[in-house]
């Protein structure tokens, strides 16, 4: 499983915010919600309501119900879509599933990340790294994702394990 570290979830943001705001806000809300490309494109305009997000998860997964995230750091700051869904009760992501791999591939690509890591579920797999390693609790981050089953969540324990068992290699002495 491939996901983005804190420093290549910023510079992803940084060139996506450069490049095009409403494609920034896709991937953002994609990160903090944890969606799938169909999840996010679906989001439309009367599904934020007092701040949040009611996401209908796919896949047989929960629905889910998220604040957004609203920072004075504009790379991660999700208020936008209150203005966004303010002015449109339609579709706020009107492109295909294609389009948002191409522009994850070309920010992506200018941000100097593995290409393996280019694509969209690895902000999914990111936030729900990034909630394990802070709770340390597999049933936050089944919560956050909809998950029905904490099997489908257990991935996120291995991807914690295997950073555990990088940074232990490189501190290896022979």
Request: aromatic share 8%; proline share 2%.
């Amino acid at each position: 499983m491939q996901y983005l570290d804190r420093s290549e979830l910023r510079r992803l943001f940084q060139i996506a915010y450069d490049s095009n705001r409403i494609n920034h806000l896709c991937l953002l809300t994609m990160f903090w919600s944890g969606l799938r490309v169909s999840e996010a494109l679906a989001i439309t305009g009367t599904d934020i309501c007092d701040g949040q997000l009611s996401v209908k998860r796919l896949k047989k997964s929960k629905a889910t119900l998220h604040t957004l995230k609203v920072t004075s750091e504009v790379l991660f700051d999700q208020s936008p879509l209150l203005q966004l869904a303010k002015e449109n009760p339609g579709r706020l992501f009107p492109f295909s599933r294609q389009w948002v791999y191409q522009f994850m591939q070309k920010y992506g690509t200018a941000a100097g990340i593995h290409e393996a890591k280019l694509h969209p579920h690895s902000l999914k797999h990111a936030i729900c790294v990034l909630l394990y390693q802070e709770t340390h609790d597999l049933n936050a981050v089944q919560d956050w994702v909809g998950h029905k089953s904490v099997g489908s969540t257990l991935v996120y324990l291995r991807a914690d394990g295997a950073t555990k068992a990088a940074a232990a290699v490189v501190g290896l002495a022979l």
